[in-house]
């Protein structure tokens, strides 16, 4: 079965390398936005874009398990490594999809590691854009309270500091 499924792999891996390179470059984008322009319109946009990706990601994940799965393996560096072993058995020359392997696992950490500081950003962005809000609203950040259901409640009364 593996002389079918190996060229597929082969596609599907470097199909899934171009798009987690994509996501990679959004990823970057978005740090450069949040660390210089903080272009809310330009996140939102790079935000789709990463939907979109991480989408058709999931989908080649899918696909290649699929793949895994006919040799009765799972999608992991464990079922990878012995799909790879059994495609040499069988004569296929595996190089290229070892190194188009460890690239796409080098870039799926970077990802990782992106996406988790990018988020921390955007946290502590919302944290202050909501600060600066009960500010406004005339709300101290000290008066918040916890209900009988240990949800938080803000006072009850507040007076406006400006109107526009």
Known sequence: MIDKTFPIAEKLLTATLRHADILLQLLQTERQMLEQ????T??????????????????LGKQLEQVLATEK???GRDGFDHYLARARQSGFNTETCQN????????????RNLNEQNGASIELLTRHTQRSIQILRGRSQLTTTYGPDGC???ELFSHTLISV
Do not use: F, H, P
């Open 37 to 40: 322009t903080l272009d809310a």
């Open 42 to 59: 330009g996140i939102a946009r790079t935000a789709a874009n990463k939907k979109t990706i991480v989408v058709q990601l999931e989908q």
């Open 73 to 75: 393996l799972s999608l």
């Open 152 to 154: 938080t409640r803000n």
């Open 100 to 111: 188009t392997w460890a690239r796409l696992t080098q870039l799926t950490g970077q990802c």
